[in-house]
């Protein structure tokens, strides 16, 4: 029987069926100067997908601060590359892997991570790290359990497999994310500063080298399905879902730097998103060459694929080489060695086409420049949305205060978003490579370098209710909370990079809060000088119309030189004195208390300066660096109250007690305790040292104020005369530790 | 002393393994490629580190211990030389026989990483001389099958010859249910064979063998293997007191 498909003719209905509109493909056919073949208009319609091309986000992009002098590679390659010193670089992104994920959330959530430890790998890079940035519905939702299950777990497979650390991560829980949930996969390496490789082909006659897993027909249109929304049927998309192997992948990372350690190679890319047709077409046009293959020569583990098949097929752990001409044998012996393929199949040419051929016949042939870099860019329209006054809108007067705080604090502790996270990176082995020093927990993750006394730390951020309530105010507070949650980990934010997880471009909201968000985050790196270094948007996050709450992630990397002053949220030893800095007011907008006990999700979000807050970031790093200060925390959602619990838990230790008062305020006492005022963090320190901190905070203009003392077993806040807190730390702690296991045991 | 990290496609553990040996304990140490068939040098003792070879496909250490390596670990073995299997590596002694018992799923059926305590029952071992019966030791765990079984009479057997070395405890050194993470048959965290010299442990020592890390308590495991060592090749012993003062 011949299993060999054949290839449809172009129609207007296949045109539309791969997401081309009609003005695209009338550039396609001026490109061509003809009506494309088959393959090609799948490689037009991969290339020219949102995914691939950034169609709408492009223009937007561009606003981001991306330079330092420590930078080494900004946005467009594979990965961001900065210089962390002694010879060294740190090289990191984040991806999404959202829509796979909801339609097969192990597989997803695993090929997530593959793709996102190719993309720092193939840059020469050892990945050290992983984090990751999840959201999903209410646990209540048998869907939403099966989906954290899925995902956790496929991270873990995956992660776990490779040997690569998970040391920090995010998890929220809202019902926006009910049909749509987000996985986002962080991954940092390490490479020599002079030995970093990039997707470039260069050189006419150099060969164009094969190496990884068989190529099939999994993930075929990848790329485009996650350029659409969901609707009906998304189950029956589930073959576009990739399948992870993490054994092949740990043997082609170690393959793939054991080639970069010698002289052997001009460029190397991993076959990605539109796996062989985004590799060549990126390489050919970075390199300003063109590239010839022949897909007769493609290993494939079906029989019968064509090359439309072979030229959109997403199967993972595959990389595409170009190498130093007569290199081929010694390419292929070190990955024979790793029971690897390696097979040449084509050369770079110098006339700037992709031209791909099947057996002797000549199947594609388009410039490769104007697949890459010449798709369309689109100026979308953006608009306020209506509702945006009506959400913003908070009446305080009309929200009583509880009468019983005790009972708030429980419930936000309850809070999935708010409670231990530990269910979650319990699977995830976060300590192999041994250089973990601090664990996930704590406000960052911290790896230190061997052969170096420096660290590195690491979070990931995004409070997606604030962007949506006021998208500028909560992108710039994504980037501030990210670099202080590295700053509380004793280490200076260096750079970023981002996951830009938003709704359907094509509404004009949509591109509102796309570009207010960008505009808060801009301003925010600029003045905490963490330029963004490589990034990734994801569109159509969309259900049936209903789009997620604007969730623009940001992952901060910090540099500690010498890893001793790595400092944790846990307080650590009775008697030491508790200091808040910053300034509380009265922002109830946007808080977690205010969705959990209120039921609302609406208000401003809270007020960021960021002029206050890089004043408080600079002054903790000083306290930090003379050793004044035993345990920093920021307070984010659940305020106050909440990071104090947080401080008293201690991660795997026994809790420990804390008695703090502060005056009477004309503040609300929900707002007090449980309000997000921003720039605020919560340290403790050796009594005699109180004198020296506050010294510091005064030069750098930071309010600082001594509330009380860690010691006892108990969590009591007192708010002028009135014991506003008293519980049990143990009593607190189990409570934030059962939230979410309980849920998933039923 | 000079020790062999075995490399299975799939280790990754190996390199914790060679650093903690290598820059923490100061001794010379080897990758071996898992097709290599014999040694080239003289080895005080062999390291079969933790990682996921062959991928685990098909059952963990079940693919590994048909390496061409493996025969060298053997003989290595039957010869009287050291041999440990840290995490994957002791599954792979118990795939190759070298070791008794089986490994099965975790009882949550998770994958498992974080600190545990276990007990030191038989400090009469190369791999525990530095510590003292009774001892207890925080050491993380890092798996998704720990699951330790052997049928009563095996462990019946194994308990009475002493060469169920580690268990589970909780932190004051009571062995119980609660402390017992992944439904381990008598909690058992570590065996040796009846000769002594071939010892498997779930929990990773290399992760706990530095300050900066935290916690140093797997360097008592790592350095009784070099002190035995160093007795039987007439070297001068390092005492595990001299271990508990430079802590």
């Given amino acids: ?746 | 002393m000079r020790y062999a990290v075995i490399v299975f496609p799939g280790s990754n553990c190996d390199h914790d393994c060679y650093h903690a040996m290598k820059h923490v304990l100061g001794q010379e140490v080897d990758f071996i490629w898992h097709k290599e068939e014999s040694f080239q040098k003289k080895y005080d003792g062999v390291i079969i580190p933790g990682g996921f070879s062959y991928g685990d496909y098909l059952r963990t250490g079940a693919i590994a211990r048909f390496s061409p390596v493996m025969k060298a670990v053997d003989g290595f073995a039957k010869c009287g030389g050291l041999v440990i299997g840290i995490c994957n590596g002791f599954q792979i002694l118990l795939e190759a026989g070298l070791l008794p018992g089986a490994m099965l799923r975790n009882e949550s059926l998770k994958f498992i990483c974080k600190d545990v305590y276990v007990k030191v029952e038989n400090e009469q071992t190369p791999f525990t001389r530095c510590c003292n019966r009774g001892d207890v030791l925080r050491i993380p765990i890092a798996h998704a099958e720990g699951n330790y079984f052997a049928d009563d009479e095996t462990l019946a057997r194994i308990e009475e010859n002493g060469q169920v070395v580690l268990k589970y405890c909780d932190k004051d050194g009571e062995i119980s249910q609660e402390s017992n993470p992944n439904g381990s048959a008598h909690n058992i965290a570590g065996i040796c064979n009846e000769a002594r010299n071939v010892f498997g442990m779930m929990p990773h020592p290399e992760r706990c063998s530095e300050a900066i890390l935290g916690n140093t308590d797997g360097k008592n495991i790592l350095a009784s293997m070099v002190s035995h060592s160093s007795i039987f090749t007439g070297g001068c012993s390092i005492r595990y007191t001299d271990y508990k003062q430079a802590q």
């Fill in chain 1, 1 to 746: 029987m011949e299993k060999t498909k054949k290839e449809p003719s172009i129609t207007p209905e296949l045109v539309a069926s791969h997401g081309l509109s009609e003005e695209e493909y009338g550039r396609v056919k001026v490109i061509l100067g003809r009506v494309p073949t088959y393959t090609e208009l799948g490689i037009f319609s991969v290339m020219w997908s949102e995914h691939c091309s950034y169609k709408s986000s492009r223009k937007h992009l561009g606003r981001f601060p991306t330079k330092a002098p420590w930078v080494i590679q900004g946005p467009g390659e594979n990965a961001g590359v900065i210089d962390i010193g002694g010879g060294l670089a740190a090289v990191f992104k984040m991806e999404s892997h959202n829509h796979p994920s909801f339609i097969e959330p192990y597989q997803g959530a695993a090929t997530g991570v593959g793709g996102i430890l190719r993309d720092v790998f193939t840059m020469g890079a050892r990945p050290i790290a992983n984090m990751d940035s999840l959201r999903f519905g209410p646990l209540d939702a048998p869907k939403n359990r099966y989906l954290l299950d899925g995902v956790v777990a496929g991270i873990a497979g995956y992660g776990n497999c490779m040997g690569i650390p998970t040391i920090a991560g995010e998890t929220y829980f809202n019902e926006i994310y009910n049909g749509n949930n987000l996985v986002n996969a962080f991954t940092l390496g390490i490479a020599k500063k002079e030995r970093i490789f990039y997707g470039t082909a260069s050189g006419v006659g150099n060969p164009v080298i094969y190496v990884g897993s068989k190529t099939g027909r999994d993930g075929i249109h990848g790329a485009t399905m996650a350029s659409e929304e969901f609707s009906e049927g998304t189950e029956e998309k589930r073959p576009t879902v990739q399948v992870g192997d993490p054994f092949t992948e740990k043997l082609l990372l170690e393959a793939c730097l054991e080639l970069m350690s010698k002289d052997l190679i001009i460029g190397i890319q991993d076959m990605g998103a539109a796996g062989l047709t985004s590799s060549s077409c990126e390489m050919a046009s970075r390199g300003g060459s063109g590239m010839e293959m022949d897909l007769a020569l493609v290993p494939r583990r079906e029989e019968g694929m064509i090359p439309y098949e072979l030229m959109l097929s997403e199967s993972q752990e595959r990389m595409l080489i170009v190498a130093k001409e007569g290199m081929e044998k010694v390419v292929e012996d070190i990955f024979k060695k790793w029971d690897l393929e390696a097979v040449t199949i084509g050369h770079v040419t110098g006339d700037g086409m992709l031209r791909v051929k099947d057996g002797g016949v000549v199947v594609a042939e388009i410039p490769a420049k104007a697949i890459a870099d010449e798709a369309p860019v689109y100026d979308r329209p953006s608009e306020r949305p209506i509702y945006q006054d009506s959400i913003q809108d908070l009446n305080l007067d009309l929200l009583s205060v509880p009468g019983d705080l005790n009972g708030v604090l429980f419930k936000l502790l309850e809070s999935p978003t708010i409670a231990e996270k530990s269910w979650i990176y319990r699977q995830y082995d976060h300590m192999v490579r041994t250089n973990t020093v601090v664990y996930p927990g704590s406000d960052a993750g911290v790896v230190r370098i061997k052969g170096t006394n420096k660290a590195l730390a690491m979070s990931v951020d995004c409070n997606s209710l604030y962007c949506f309530l006021h998208p500028k105010a909560g992108g710039a507070i994504a980037v501030a909370e990210a670099a202080r949650n590295v700053i509380c980990s004793g280490a200076r934010p260096m750079a970023l990079t981002d996951c830009l997880n938003f709704g359907n471009p094509e509404k004009p909201e949509t591109m509102w809060q796309f570009k207010e968000a960008l505009e808060g985050m801009s301003l925010a790196a600029e003045e905490l000088n963490t330029p963004v270094v490589s990034g990734n948007v994801s569109f159509y996050n969309e259900t049936k119309g209903l789009g997620v709450y604007p969730t623009p992630v940001v992952g901060m990397v910090g540099i500690m030189d010498d890893v001793s002053k790595a400092t944790t949220q846990y307080f650590k030893d009775e008697g030491d004195v508790i200091i808040l800095l910053g300034d509380t007011k009265e922002e109830l907008g946007g808080t977690e208390y205010l969705r959990v006990v209120h039921g609302l999700q609406k208000g401003l979000p809270p007020d960021i300066d960021l002029k206050a807050e890089k004043a408080l970031q600079v002054a903790v790093l000083e306290a930090i660096d003379v050793n004044l200060i035993k345990s920093a925390h920021d307070c984010s959602e659940g305020g106050f109250a909440v990071a104090l619990a947080e401080c008293c838990f201690r991660g795997e230790k026994e809790p420990l007690g804390c008695e703090v008062s502060t005056p009477v305020d004309r503040l609300r006492k929900d707002a007090l305790l449980f309000g997000e005022s921003q720039s605020r963090i919560i340290i403790s320190a050796k009594p005699d040292y109180a004198g020296a901190v506050s010294d510091i905070m005064s030069s750098h203009g930071v309010p600082c104020r001594t509330i009380g003392r860690v010691g006892g077993g108990s969590l009591i806040i007192r708010i002028g005369d009135e014991e506003a807190v008293n519980q049990s730390v143990s009593r607190l702690k189990g409570i934030w530790r059962e939230a979410i296991p309980k849920p998933l045991k039923a």
